[in-house]
């Protein structure tokens, strides 16, 4: 409920502090997808404070605080299929031309073989968008 509260305002800036507090594993998912899609497609900002290790895959960045300094936590990659960040020493990694793709699941994997056409062009796009082409 206090999400939703804190979505209804529309802010630039969301703070959130233990989102997945006490949810179970599904239901703590959605909510940080929720936050990741609100955040692309509204062109918010979210910054979450958590403990918990399972929302790194969602995140475009990870850092953690160590003797008071902020650090990188692992070099993130972006699954072409549903765009979440997966940790590219963790992702299901496959060879795709010239490069290596990185997916958060088999099922991704298997949906982006299956017809890569359709997930080329939104790849090619942020890769023009990011200033890499």
Same mark, same amino acid.
């Given at each position: 409920?206090?999400? /939703? +509260?804190?979505?209804?305002?529309?802010? /630039? #800036?969301? #703070?959130? &502090? *233990?989102?997945? @507090?006490?949810?179970? =594993? %599904?239901?703590?998912?959605?909510?940080?997808?929720?936050?990741?899609?609100? @955040?692309?497609? *509204?062109?918010? =900002?979210?910054?979450?404070?958590?403990h918990?290790?399972?929302?790194k895959?969602? /995140?475009d960045?990870?850092l953690? #605080?160590?003797?008071?300094? !902020?650090?990188?936590?692992?070099?993130?990659?972006? &699954?072409p299929?549903?765009?979440?960040?997966? *940790?590219?020493? %963790? /992702?299901? =990694?496959?060879?795709? %031309?010239?490069?290596?793709?990185?997916?958060?699941? +088999? $099922?991704?994997?298997? *949906?982006?073989?299956?017809?890569?056409?359709? !997930? #080329? %062009?939104?790849?090619?796009?942020g890769?023009?968008?990011? $200033?890499?082409?």
């Amino acid at each position: 409920m206090a999400i /939703a +509260r804190a979505l209804v305002n529309e802010p /630039a #800036l969301i #703070l959130a &502090d *233990e989102p997945t @507090a006490n949810l179970d =594993s %599904k239901i703590g998912h959605e909510i940080m997808r929720l936050l990741r899609r609100t @955040a692309k497609e *509204e062109a918010r =900002s979210v910054v979450i404070v958590s403990h918990d290790q399972r929302i790194k895959d969602i /995140a475009d960045r990870v850092l953690w #605080l160590e003797d008071g300094q !902020f650090k990188d936590m692992v070099t993130m990659a972006i &699954d072409p299929v549903c765009g979440m960040s997966v *940790e590219r020493e %963790k /992702a299901i =990694s496959v060879p795709w %031309k010239s490069q290596v793709l990185s997916f958060c699941s +088999r $099922g991704c994997r298997d *949906e982006f073989l299956e017809s890569p056409q359709q !997930f #080329l %062009k939104v790849m090619q796009e942020g890769s023009e968008r990011d $200033g890499n082409s």
